[in-house]
């Protein structure tokens, strides 16, 4: 874990418990619990909305885009506009 030996972790939580107190200590494990748990529940949102827009675009690259289709489309009948002025 990070290259830290139980040593220096025993000697980390020695210097928390010394700064923080024996009574504040519960309320900070508690606080750091929630706050972990709330940025994994906002990570995984996260990659779910991902993967979704990326299936999304994997749908299109295969079926081919309506978008495309119609922008192409409406370039060309532009294209005969231009030309039947002309």
Do not use: C, H, W
Not at 53 to 60: G, K, L, S
Not at 74 to 81: A, G, I, N, P, Q
């Amino acid at each position: 874990m990070f290259g830290l030996g139980p040593t220096e972790l025993i000697i980390i939580l020695v210097i928390i418990l010394v700064i923080f107190g024996g009574e504040r200590l519960p309320e900070l494990a508690k606080s750091l619990g929630k706050g972990v748990r709330e940025f994994n529940k906002e990570k995984e949102k996260i990659k779910e909305q991902y993967d979704e827009t990326q299936e999304a675009i994997d749908v299109d690259t295969e079926t081919g885009s309506k978008d495309s289709d119609r922008s192409s489309g409406d370039k060309s009948d532009e294209d005969d506009d231009s030309e039947s002025r002309s």
